[in-house]
């Protein structure tokens, strides 16, 4: 289990009622995909120890959050010991993303290289500033690029090979 990459998608906040139901604040883009009835999902202790597999059998978005009802688990005090504890999924239960669309984690980390087959740096960081995302290449002398990534730019990139190609506008460098 340790060298498998888990996806954090929840944080139980709370009990919800007295039949065993459980508030939680989601954190993932896909709560509807995440907290669906028969899904199931690990739940992980906010210190340390063996993470819980759950299904869930009841689900509904109330405000910011989600009240999950989880199976075998019938009443508040069977519950209550899991305020606190992290849901996850693994690394391949990702929701596919449309094609041109990319996990942040799938970026970072990524070999940037010019049209012109110039190796630029490393990508370090992505900002969402506003109309859109702008990579942060860490070059070689430490210097930080920022790439905004728009079609123009953005030419090409492989995920697996971990390389992006860009296309350097004026007033980039």
């Known amino acids: 289990m340790s060298d498998e990459r ?66 075998g688990y019938d009443n508040i005090n069977q519950v209550e010991k899991f305020k606190g504890w992290e849901l996850k999924v693994t690394d391949d239960e990702r929701v596919p993303l449309p094609e041109g669309e990319y996990y942040f984690r799938d970026i970072v980390g990524c070999e940037v290289v010019s049209d012109e087959g110039e190796t630029l740096g490393t990508v370090t960081d992505i900002l969402s500033p506003g109309a859109n995302d702008v990579w942060v290449v860490k070059m070689a002398k430490g210097k930080e690029l920022l790439l905004p990534v728009i079609d123009d730019v953005v030419l090409d990139v492989d995920v697996t090979a971990r390389k992006i190609k860009v296309h350097l506008m004026e007033g980039l460098l």
């Open 6 to 71: 888990l996806l954090n998608i929840g944080k139980i906040v709370n009990t919800h009622g007295i039949k065993g139901e459980l508030k939680i604040y989601p954190q993932t883009d896909f709560p509807e995909v995440r907290f669906k009835v028969g899904n199931k999902l690990k739940m992980f202790p906010p210190d340390s120890g063996s993470p819980v597999e759950i299904e869930i059998v009841a689900a509904r978005e109330q405000k910011t959050m989600y009240v999950v009802k989880i199976k």
